[in-house]
C-alpha cells in the first residue's frame, strides 16, 4: 500500500522497558498500529486476559488477536498452517491483515474464546514491532476501546476511553491505515474474508491466483458469529448515523435547510454543501479517507448533535473497508 510512512515515534527505550515489564507483570499497555490503537496483555496471562475483557466490556466468549513480531514465531502460535496462509503471511506481514488459524496448545483458551482457531497478526508500526520485541512474547490486543465502539486512531482516544483502566499509553502518532486489519479465514485451506480491511480481496486473490474468494458470511459459520466485528452494529459512534446516497443526501438537505434543525446535524460529505455548519469535506481516496475516519466520526460524536449524515462511498473493493465500517455504524439496535 502507498500510506505515508509513520511518524517517528517519541517513545523512549526506558519507556518500552517499561512497557514491557508491565505487561510481563499481568498489566495493560496500550500501544499504537498502522491499523488503531490496541489494549494489549500477555497472552500467555489468564488474568491478564481477564482484566482485559474487563476493561473492554467484552464478552468472554469473543476471541482476540495475538500479536506477533516475526514470522518464526508462527509456529509456536498456530499448527497445521495452509499453504495459502504462509503465502498471505510472507506476502503482507508486517501489516493489516489478521489470519484465523488452528491454534497450538500454547495458546489459552481466555484468548480464543474457547475456539480450536486463533487470530495472529503482525503489525508494522515500529512503535508495535519495539515493544513486541522487548516483550519477546505473543500480546493479546483488541483494539482499546469500549466493546462496540469506535476504535482509537491516536493515543488521545485511548484516554478519552480507557484513561484510568490502563497502566500505560504508548503514544505512537496518529494510525496511518486507521480502519482494523482485513480478517481472512480458512475452510479447508481456502481463504474466506471475515471482516474487510484496506488489504483488498483483490491484493489477496492476486497473490492467490484465486478467482473466488467469499466475503463476509456474516451469520453463517459459528467461527464469524463469534466475531464482535460481524455484529451489525459495532464500530458505532453514539450519534445515530446515516449513510445516504447523494440524491437522498441532497434531498434531507433541502428539507431542513435553513431551519434550525441543521444546527444539529454533522456530515461526511465528499464536496462541501455549505448548508451544514459541522460538514466535514472527505478524501475521495479510499486509504486517506480511512486514515480519517474514526477521528472525524468522534470530533462529530462530541458534538451533541442530533444526527450524523455520511454520504455513501463507492462501491469498489477499494472502497470496501470504509463501506462495512459505515453500514456497521449506521446498523441501529
Ligand atoms: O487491526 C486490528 O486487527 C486491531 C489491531 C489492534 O491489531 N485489532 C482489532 O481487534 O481490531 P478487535 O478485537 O477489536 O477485533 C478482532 C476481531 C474480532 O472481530 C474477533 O472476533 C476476530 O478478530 N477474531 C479474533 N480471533 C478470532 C478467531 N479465532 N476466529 C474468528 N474471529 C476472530
Ligand atoms: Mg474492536
Not at 482476540?64 to 495459502?84: G, N, T
Amino acid at each position: 500500500m502507498t500510506l505515508p510512512s509513520p511518524p517517528s515515534a517519541l517513545i523512549t527505550d526506558s519507556q518500552l522497558a517499561q512497557a514491557a515489564d508491565i505487561l510481563k507483570n499481568g498489566g495493560l499497555v496500550a500501544f499504537p498500529t498502522e491499523t488503531v490503537y490496541g489494549l494489549g496483555a500477555n497472552a500467555e496471562d489468564t488474568e491478564a486476559l481477564g482484566k482485559l475483557y474487563t476493561v473492554k466490556g467484552r464478552p468472554g466468549n469473543h476471541p482476540v488477536i495475538v500479536h506477533l513480531a516475526s514470522l518464526e514465531q508462527l509456529q509456536d502460535w498456530a499448527v497445521e498452517i495452509p499453504e495459502k496462509a504462509w503465502q498471505l503471511a510472507k506476502t503482507f506481514w508486517p501489516g493489516p491483515l489478521t489470519l484465523i488459524l488452528k491454534r497450538s496448545p500454547r495458546v489459552p483458551d481466555a484468548v480464543t474464546g474457547g475456539q480450536d482457531t486463533v487470530g495472529i497478526r503482525i503489525p508494522n508500526h515500529p512503535v508495535a514491532l519495539a515493544l513486541l520485541n522487548a516483550f519477546q512474547g505473543g500480546i493479546a490486543a483488541p483494539s482499546a476501546n469500549r466493546f462496540g465502539r469506535l476504535s482509537p486512531t491516536s493515543a488521545a482516544h485511548v484516554r478519552q476511553d480507557l484513561e484510568s483502566d490502563v497502566d500505560l499509553i504508548l503514544d505512537g502518532g496518529e494510525c496511518q491505515v486507521g480502519v482494523e486489519s482485513t480478517i481472512v479465514a480458512f475452510q479447508n485451506g481456502q481463504p474466506v474474508i471475515l471482516r474487510p480491511g484496506m488489504i483488498t480481496a483483490g491484493q489477496i486473490q492476486a497473490v492467490l491466483r484465486n478467482p473466488d474468494l467469499p466475503q463476509n458470511q456474516a451469520n453463517h459459520s459459528s467461527t464469524v458469529s463469534r466475531a464482535p466485528g460481524t455484529l451489525a452494529s459495532h464500530y458505532a459512534p453514539r450519534t445515530p448515523l446515516k449513510l445516504l446516497s447523494e440524491s437522498e443526501f441532497r434531498q434531507k438537505l433541502s428539507d431542513i435547510q435553513k431551519t434550525s434543525a441543521s444546527a444539529k446535524i454533522g456530515a461526511l460529505v465528499f464536496s462541501a454543501l455549505q448548508g451544514l455548519p459541522h460538514e466535514i469535506v472527505m478524501p475521495k481516496e479510499p486509504t486517506l479517507y480511512a486514515q480519517r475516519l474514526y477521528a472525524d466520526l468522534r470530533k462529530l460524536d462530541g458534538l451533541a448533535l442530533n444526527e450524523i449524515w455520511v454520504e455513501a462511498v463507492p462501491d469498489t473493493g477499494a472502497w470496501a473497508a470504509v463501506a462495512d465500517r459505515l453500514h456497521r455504524a449506521a446498523a441501529q439496535d
